[in-house]
């Protein structure tokens, strides 16, 4: 990779894209062993200011295989709660020389910040409503494994893309890689700006659903949201959640994602996101690892 941080799908050439993908690929096909030597004079921090299971779990897991050592720095008992600022903060952490520095926080343009503050490299973990560029790729390599290809793929995202940073980062590269990209949402859920990045928009859920070969649930994020998005969570089910009447619209070998956690009953109902031959939801948390390895991989190489 040309980029010493990875904070922006949008950074990322398409011969970055493959190189990640076709390295994790790599990766799934080795049987486990030892871990590997040339890592173990590495140190990453994992500096994650917002709640976090798979994303941050992934990342250790990943650090951990490699053998590199690894941190995960507890913001709530860190000094930032005793008053630190985020750049004092940065400095301090600089001061230990890590070699990578996974960020997390609920503020869009953070991890730009830092990576500006630090000698070390910076990796996105989700930004604001910005961007999150490992669960982009995570999900391309998911989709590129079942689906053989990813060019020409009719890609619907569903839900809640206004304070979707898995949507936007999503957008970026699954079009760099030839996806046909749509988003299904209603009109409090859709950015305004959104048709300005080549994609098409549907306030229909029916007519957004025909003939997409991926369907990409999103989660509605209840903690960015500072006014009222929908009238109910039931009648967010009803019109705009997936069900199985409604995965029938799609091409009948379709396949279910979602980045999770899961609201099930309120974007997806549970007797989809459980159908093993339909949903790669469960997939896409095991090829997080791979993805994750292959990008400290090519940062610290």
């Known amino acids: 990779m040309k980029n010493k941080h990875l904070l922006s799908i949008k950074d990322l050439s398409i011969k970055d894209i493959n190189k990640i993908l076709l390295s994790a690929e790599k990766i799934l096909k080795q049987k486990k062993t030892s871990k590997l030597n040339k890592f173990s004079n590495k140190n990453i921090i994992n500096l994650f200011f917002e709640d976090s299971t798979r994303t941050l779990t992934s990342f250790e897991l990943a650090a951990k295989q490699l053998g590199a050592?690894?941190?995960?720095?507890?913001?709530?008992?860190?000094?930032?709660?005793?008053?630190?600022?985020?750049?004092?903060?940065?400095?301090?952490?600089?001061?230990?020389?890590?070699?990578?520095?996974?960020?997390?926080?609920?503020?869009?343009?953070?991890?730009?910040?830092?990576?500006?503050?630090?000698?070390?490299?910076?990796?996105?973990?989700?930004?604001?409503?910005?961007?999150?560029?490992?669960?982009?790729?995570?999900?391309?390599?998911?989709?590129?494994?079942?689906?053989?290809?990813?060019?020409?793929?009719?890609?619907?995202?569903?839900?809640?893309?206004?304070?979707?940073?898995?949507?936007r980062s999503n957008i970026y590269l699954l079009k760099k890689l030839g996806a046909k990209i749509r988003v299904i949402a209603p009109p409090t859920l859709l950015p305004s700006n959104i048709e300005g990045l080549g994609i098409k928009t549907f306030k229909n859920l029916e007519k957004g659903l025909e003939g997409v070969d991926i369907i990409m649930v999103l989660r509605i994020q209840k903690e960015r949201m500072t006014g009222t998005y929908v009238p109910s969570e039931k009648e967010f089910f009803r019109f705009w959640g997936l069900d199985r009447k409604k995965l029938e619209l799609a091409k009948k070998n379709a396949l279910v994602m979602h980045p999770g956690p899961i609201n099930r009953g309120i974007e997806i109902d549970s007797d989809v996101a459980d159908d093993i031959g339909r949903s790669l939801i469960l997939e896409q948390v095991k090829l997080g690892v791979a993805i994750r390895m292959a990008v400290i991989k090519e940062l610290t190489s």
């Open 69 to 167: 050592g690894v941190i995960n720095m507890s913001v709530a008992t860190s000094s930032i709660k005793k008053g630190e600022s985020l750049i004092d903060t940065a400095m301090t952490l600089n001061a230990m020389n890590p070699d990578i520095l996974i960020v997390r926080h609920n503020m869009s343009g953070v991890p730009y910040l830092l990576s500006e503050k630090v000698r070390c490299s910076v990796i996105n973990a989700g930004d604001g409503s910005n961007e999150h560029p490992t669960q982009a790729l995570l999900d391309a390599l998911t989709i590129k494994i079942n689906k053989k290809r990813i060019s020409g793929l009719e890609v619907a995202i569903l839900g809640d893309v206004l304070h979707s940073r898995v949507a």
